[in-house]
């Protein structure tokens, strides 16, 4: 029987743990740490005339800004509907009157349990936006050809953002 992982990190946000692997006999004890997340959303927010609300959002962890859809860690016991809802508004200023969930995804199974939740929202009504402390958003409203050659030419380098719009421009076409 292994044992329970060790915590080696916690914040408000994420824990790192440390499992110990179940090996053979005779083998050397694994070891492997993983990022604990509660998971996330993203959202598409699709506007009238072919046109897509992006976000610019400075990232610390590399240092610049990036293109990206708006997106959100889930708090505890938060559906992801609820917090694509909560943060379609906080970052973009924009509500929703219809919503449409795409499949869900790992950010990076290797090391992270972290689960995206996508989803698409039409029907938008303009707001103010309610940003967090510290962040630094600006909206970016761009026609839908437009973000998709942003993603083929590696203008959006954010793994959400990439999966998002590649995701729906293929399921936007797709036959019925």
């Known amino acids: 029987m292994s044992s329970p992982p060790r915590i080696l990190l916690e914040g408000p946000k994420f824990r790192v743990v440390e499992h110990q692997v179940d090996v053979p006999p005779g083998a050397a004890p694994l070891r492997r740490q993983i990022v604990e997340h509660p998971g996330a959303v993203a959202i598409l927010p699709l506007l009238p005339g072919n046109r897509v609300c992006l976000i610019r959002n400075y990232r610390v962890a590399v240092g610049r800004t990036l293109v990206e859809l708006p997106a959100g860690t889930m708090d505890p016991e938060e559906l992801p509907a609820q917090t694509a809802a909560r943060e379609l508004q906080e970052e973009t200023g924009y509500t929703a009157s219809d919503w449409r969930a ?75």
């Open 102 to 176: 795409l499949p869900a995804f790992f950010m990076s199974p290797g090391i992270l349990q972290e689960r995206m939740h996508l989803f698409v929202a039409q029907g938008l009504t303009p707001g103010s936006p309610a940003r967090e402390a510290g962040e630094t958003i600006d909206n970016l409203i761009v026609s839908w050809p437009e973000a998709v050659a942003m993603a083929e030419r590696g203008e959006i380098e954010d793994a959400k953002s990439l999966v998002g719009i590649l995701l729906w421009d293929r399921l936007r076409v797709a036959p019925e």
